[in-house]
């Protein structure tokens, strides 16, 4: 029987010990809600049975306000992402936020379903839940995908439309997120199962802000908690690797609501391009460019991308206004605000 030289064997276990420890280092289980809510979920979040889901949302603002504002994160983010506009917009608006299927505390879909008419389907059922029978909608990334396409099959329900950084065109991006791109990967996505460094959380979230210094340790930890969500990883494998889905690019030339589009300079996933060609193509919108941002600017700089929302959001109280005053025989000479272009 031959015998290995004592070298190899202690050079064998030196190398299965180096790569044990950042393996264990590495090694994140997934986390029941259960195990999430108390940091994640505080009031006002609630839970709602939406599909056969337990659905995560924050409904916040006053009740009675007429045109309530609903906001959709983008993938691999969560209702957090909104957190500084819902504080600017909740003392006069009603906001409704929540975790898109796949993603935050929500979790994945019983059925496996990550189309964007799936999508457009909860986002319906969470607005006959809460009895809102229409409202501003509002949405980033894969939520502004939502958001165009609930508005072009839902139009009596959706007055005003708000596109941060919106996907919808088939663009090149010019830098995709390292999380993203193993994600594509059947192999790699799939040790990400079970995998998952912080580190990866952090190049992701650098890659899709104008000003990567403002990353904090509380914004990973909040990105990593929320993917290690139980059933999160897996599902977002089904999203990302799933047939394209939705509306064709072609049909956003048809929807005639007012439209803010606000976009961040910096964005290296859904480039400029892309923002120009929905303000080109949904006819009378209104364009707000910010230089220095990125992907998220909604995130990165609530107070600064928050202004032109609440300007728009005044010309919808000045539209309501008008009408209400000319059906009541009142002085039709009030007319909207300006262009924010």
């Not at 594509?184 to 580190?199: D, I």
């Not at 000045?318 to 209400?324: K, Q, V």
Request: charged share 15%; hydrophobic share 45%.
């Amino acid at each position: 029987m031959q015998r290995w030289p004592k070298w190899l064997g202690a050079a064998l276990a030196g190398l299965a010990l180096a790569l044990a420890v950042p393996a264990a280092a590495c090694w994140a289980p997934e986390a029941p809600v259960s195990a999430l809510a108390a940091r994640w979920a505080p009031v006002p979040s609630q839970f709602i049975p939406i599909d056969g889901m337990q659905l995560h949302v924050r409904d916040e603002g006053p009740r009675e306000d007429p045109m309530p504002v609903v906001l959709l994160h983008g993938t691999s983010a969560s209702l957090h992402t909104w957190e500084g506009w819902v504080a600017g917009l909740r003392g006069r608006h009603r906001v409704i936020t929540f975790d898109l299927p796949a993603f935050g505390l929500t979790g994945p879909a019983p059925d496996g379903d990550y189309r964007i008419e799936a999508y457009v389907r909860h986002v319906i059922a969470v607005l006959d839940h809460l009895g809102i029978q229409h409202c501003v909608l509002g949405g980033n990334s894969l939520g502004g995908a939502i958001a165009w396409s609930t508005a072009l099959a839902y139009p009596k329900r959706i007055d005003r439309l708000i596109l941060v950084d919106a996907a919808g065109y088939a663009v090149k991006a010019d830098s995709v997120p390292l999380g993203f791109r193993l994600a594509r990967m059947p192999l790699l996505g799939r040790l990400m199962s079970h995998f998952l460094p912080r580190s990866l959380i952090a190049s992701s979230l650098r890659n899709v802000y104008g000003h990567p210094e403002r990353i904090t340790p509380a914004l990973v930890d909040r990105y990593y908690a929320m993917t290690t969500r139980a059933g999160n990883r897996q599902a977002l494998l089904l999203r990302v690797q799933g047939a394209a889905s939705g509306p064709p690019a072609a049909r956003i030339r048809e929807l005639t609501l007012p439209t803010l589009i606000l976009w961040g300079g910096q964005d290296r996933l859904i480039p400029l391009a892309a923002g120009h060609r929905f303000a080109a193509d949904i006819a009378g919108s209104q364009w707000v460019e910010f230089a220095d941002l990125g992907h998220v600017p909604h995130e990165e700089d609530p107070a600064r991308t928050l202004a032109p929302v609440l300007a728009f959001l005044a010309d919808a109280g000045a539209d309501a206004g008008a009408d209400a005053g000319a059906d009541a025989g009142a002085n039709p000479g009030v007319t909207p605000g300006g262009s924010l272009q």
